[in-house]
C-alpha cells in the first residue's frame, strides 16, 4: 500500500488537470480506499472528466468506483443505481474483459440491494462472455453463480455446480483468486442443505488448503452458514 500511495501521489503532481491520466490516478486512489473522506469527491470529478473526454472506460471506473463508495457507505440502492449506469455501458466498451467486468460486478451489487430477480441476465451475460477468455474470468463466472443460488436457496443447482466450480478452480490454480476457494465452500453449504455431508466436507476441507487470497476462511459467509447449519455455535 505504502508504494501505491507513493506512485499515486507522484502521478496526481505528474498528470494535466482534467487529462485521462489525472482521472485514473484519481479513480486508483478511490478505489484502494473507498471508505477514505474524499473518496467520493475524488470519484466524481474522474467521472466528469470522463465524460467530457467520451471516454467510456473511464466513465465505467468511475461508476464502480462510486458503486464501491456507496456499498460501504450501506447505501445499497444508490450502489446499484451506479451498477446500473456501467451496465448501459458495458455494450459499447471495446475491451471484452471490462464489458465482463461490468455484468460481473452488478450482479453482486444486485444481490446486496436485494434486487434478486434482476440478477440471472446480468450473470448470463457475464458467462457468454467469461467462456471467450481465460480460466480466471470462468472462476468468476461460476462464482458469482453460486452465490446467486446460495441467496435463492436454490440448493439443488447449487450443489450442481460443484464439478463445474472444481474444475474452473483446477484450470485457475496459477492465479490467486479468493473464488478458487470461496465457490467451493458456497456449493458445500448447498450440499449440507440437502443431508450430503460427505460432499460438504470433502469441499470444506479442500478449500481450506487453496484458502490463499482474500482470508482468513473464517470470514467466509458460507462458511458461517454451514457451522449455524450443523448447530457449531
Known sequence: PEVGERWIAAALELAEQGSRAH??????????????????DAS?????????LGDLEVVATACEALTLIASVETRFQEACEWAARGVELAGRLADPGQQAHQYWSASFVYLRGGRIAEVPPLMDAHGRIARTLTPHD??????????????????????????????????N?????????????????????????????????????RAVVAGP???????LRLALLRGDL
Open 217 to 223: 476462511i473464517e470470514r467466509e459467509p458460507a462458511l
Open 138 to 171: 470462468e472462476v468468476h463466472s461460476v462464482g458469482v453463480r453460486a452465490v446467486f443460488e446460495s441467496v435463492a436457496g436454490r440448493w439443488p443447482a447449487l450443489a450442481d455446480l460443484t464439478g463445474h466450480a472444481e474444475s474452473a478452480a483446477a484450470a
Open 173 to 209: 490454480e496459477d492465479t490467486p483468486c479468493q473464488f478458487n476457494w470461496r465457490t467451493l465452500l458456497v456449493c458445500a453449504l448447498g450440499h449440507a442443505q440437502l443431508g450430503n455431508e460427505v460432499a460438504a466436507g470433502r469441499l470444506e476441507e479442500l478449500a481450506r488448503t
Open 23 to 40: 482521472a485514473i490516478t484519481l479513480l486508483d486512489r478511490a478505489l484502494a480506499g473507498p471508505e477514505d473522506r474524499g473518496s467520493r
Open 44 to 52: 466524481m470529478s474522474a467521472l466528469a472528466i470522463g465524460d467530457a
